[in-house]
């Protein structure tokens, strides 16, 4: 079971840049897609971003952050980070690092695949 920790949520004006990063506490490899989920008040999640770690297919992204977002890996630190640029207002969520294990292979943009969360980390656009 990997345990992950999100950190770098907080406020940021319409048009700014957060990033976030994801630290397992196993390699991210023993998961075949490492994601960022978000949910805000209301609404359903969504699978935001998701990266494989067993190949370099291209990530996934919601529609909404394409060209915004950008998902990526770190191995050797056992990390994920997220960038987000050109934030929104419905930008705003709580945003769950996620990992969906050895078989979600080819599942990157699928929430419920998900199988293990971190904590969440607020982000708030103003």
């Known amino acids: 079971h990997v345990q992950l920790v999100e950190s770098g949520g907080g406020s940021a004006q319409a048009g700014g840049s957060l990033r976030l990063s994801c630290a397992a506490s196993t390699g991210t490899f023993r998961s075949a897609c490492m994601g960022w989920i978000r949910q805000a008040p209301g609404k359903e999640r969504e699978a935001t971003a998701g990266i494989s770690t067993i190949d370099l297919r291209t990530p996934s992204y919601v529609p909404s952050v394409e060209g915004r977002f950008t998902i990526s890996q770190d191995k050797a630190k056992n990390t994920v980070y997220l960038q987000m640029n050109s934030l929104k207002p419905e930008d705003t969520a709580t945003y769950y690092c996620?990992?969906?294990?050895?078989?979600?292979?080819?599942?990157?943009?699928?929430?419920?695949?998900?199988?293990?969360w971190g904590q969440g980390t607020q982000v708030t656009v103003s």
């Open positions: 996620a990992a969906n294990g050895a078989s979600g292979y080819g599942y990157c943009d699928i929430w419920s695949r998900y199988v293990n």
